[in-house]
């Protein structure tokens, strides 16, 4: 996910214009010594730095360029990235000028003034922040069709070797105006790539051995038709061991994408946020609960790998809210949940209504929440303690397949259930580094012997194993024993039987099958 697909864009665009000295890409992690990295800058004797200024990078950025000052004032010094919007109030000492939203144009034309003889203090440039001067607007949209690709150019080429994972474009922007989102305070015009450019592109990550792909596209299947174009492509030329990461909005997906999608090796990310109807409002998003019902589903029946986001702390939202939205989230099966705390980002709704919502940021570097008139900082502790143990119990240990018999067997809630886990980690010293299957079998037998429901451990913890062990086979394509009490295919029925009727009409049958990956079918011998 580190993969620097913003930088490379722009200096693919310096490279190819005409007058301009050419770039070179150095890339720095925030481990690293910054004043080490700007002294080795230095050192390169370039006539200008740019810099890629993200909100968690900020401080790592101001003292590398400070030192790069000090150095060599003659360097130029200039900005690009989301946290550029932060330099509109006033640009800091040690920035010569800051490009807002996308910045080919807008950096190549800054550029191009100066080579000129232009002072950079003097610029006058849409999405330029000079001394002088703030841009009332975004830089100019580019033409797609006419930007140049990294990947094709061969600007890419020297830093693909040392990432597994790449970042892809397939379109850029977004129609939505989601308050916490950075892309709600850009220009909502959605523009595609050209298809034979993503063809060529796919083409040279298939010759590149690049084995997963996140497409940057906030919303790939906003026009459906569109994404049903480029997955047959990908179904078409892709090899079956390159995985693709796609952002989706559930309401748009039709049984042919759903279809699409289970077939792909791919995963989908959908954006939850919360399931209650007044919270999505006040952050400017649109929620039919049985309309996202209905697709998520869909999904699940398909076979499709999809996870849901949901953010702690926004406006209006609260414990009982959250919890709400945790146990609505767990019905849906997805095969992750990822929960965030709300980070008041620079440039964005809820950051510059922030004081208006009562939304009280923290010291840290991405601002996350600390209390809100309605979620107060003992309840958000609460709230964290539940992502806790989602983390550990839903998402990295698989039980999206499994969960629902132990809620329905012990009648108690997700959330319940996850406040459950950690309260019994705490209580019996046991250490998230555990082997997470180990953590949830002795759980649940504590859990199921403490309620006095141990005559249902057999077939609960012989349903575990079953997925404990396809879920392996599927992550490894080695084969594994599992240790049963009942016939896997006994087991079977527990996805629409309870335990409790399980338990009572069918007779245990001890064996331990093997289970193997045979192309893309599970079986057992």
Not at 171 to 195: H, I, N, Q, W
Not at 227 to 255: G, N, Q, S, W, Y
Not at 311 to 330: C, E, H, Q, S
Request: negative net charge; aromatic residues 10%; contains cysteine.
């Amino acid at each position: 996910m580190s993969f620097p697909m913003g930088a490379l864009c722009i200096k693919t665009e310096i490279n190819h214009a005409e007058g301009l000295p050419k770039a070179s890409l150095h890339e720095h992690f925030c481990h690293e010594d910054p004043v080490r990295a700007a002294k080795e800058a230095a050192k390169r004797r370039p006539w200008a730095i740019g810099l890629s200024v993200y909100i968690w990078n900020s401080e790592w950025m101001r003292l590398f360029a400070v030192t790069v000052r000090k150095m060599d004032p003659g360097i130029m010094i200039f900005a690009g990235g989301p946290h550029t919007t932060a330099y509109t109030v006033s640009l800091p000492e040690w920035l010569d000028f800051a490009v807002l939203g996308e910045g080919e144009l807008s950096t190549v034309g800054a550029l191009s003034s100066i080579v000129s003889g232009k002072r950079p203090d003097n610029l006058q440039l849409d999405g330029i922040i000079t001394r002088n001067y703030v841009s009332p607007v975004s830089s100019r949209l580019p033409e797609l069709s006419k930007l140049h690709s990294p990947f094709l150019t061969g600007e890419a080429s020297g830093v693909l070797k040392n990432y597994g994972s790449v970042l892809w474009e397939l379109t850029r922007g977004c129609p939505f105006a989601c308050a916490f989102c950075f892309e709600s305070r850009g220009k909502r015009t959605v523009r595609d790539y050209p298809l034979d450019r993503i063809e060529k592109e796919l083409d040279y990550l298939i010759k590149n051995h690049v084995e997963n792909v996140f497409v940057l596209d906030p919303t790939f299947n906003l026009n459906p038709e569109r994404a049903k174009t480029i997955l047959r492509l990908l179904l078409k030329k892709a090899p079956e061991e390159m995985h693709f990461t796609f952002e989706i909005r559930a309401e748009l997906v039709d049984e042919e994408l759903a279809d699409m999608f289970a077939e792909l090796n791919c995963s989908l990310q959908i954006g939850l946020q919360s399931s209650d109807e007044e919270v999505l409002k006040t952050i400017g998003r649109r929620f039919d609960k049985d309309l996202f019902t209905e697709k998520t589903r869909l999904l699940a029946s398909r076979g499709a790998a999809f996870g849901l986001d949901i953010i702690i702390g926004l406006p209006k939202d609260n414990l009982k809210r959250f919890r709400n939205t945790v146990n609505y989230a767990v019905s849906l099966m997805p095969s992750n949940i990822d929960c965030f705390l709300l980070s008041l980002l620079p440039g964005t709704e809820l950051a510059m209504r922030a004081k208006e919502y009562g939304l009280v940021p923290g010291q840290d570097v991405e601002r996350t929440i600390l209390s809100t008139p309605s979620f107060t900082e003992k309840d958000i502790s609460i709230a964290l303690s539940v992502r806790r143990g989602m983390d550990l119990f839903y998402t990295k240990g698989q039980s999206c397949m499994w969960i629902h018999c132990i809620l329905e067997a012990l009648n108690i809630t997700a959330c319940n259930l996850f406040s459950l886990f950690v309260k019994w980690m705490d209580q019996t010293g046991r250490s998230e580094e555990e082997d997470i299957w180990v953590l949830q079998d002795d759980f649940v037998q504590s859990l199921f012997e403490k309620t006095q429901n141990a005559k249902l451990l057999p077939a609960m913890k012989s349903f575990m194993e079953l997925h404990q062990g396809i879920c392996y086979v599927t992550d490894t394509c080695e084969p594994a024993q599992v240790d049963l009490s009942y016939r896997p295919e006994d087991l079977a029925l527990l996805d629409e039987m309870s335990l409790a009727e399980f338990v009572k009409s069918k007779k245990m049958h001890r064996c331990s099958p093997t289970i193997v990956m045979e192309g893309s079918e599970i079986k057992f011998y």
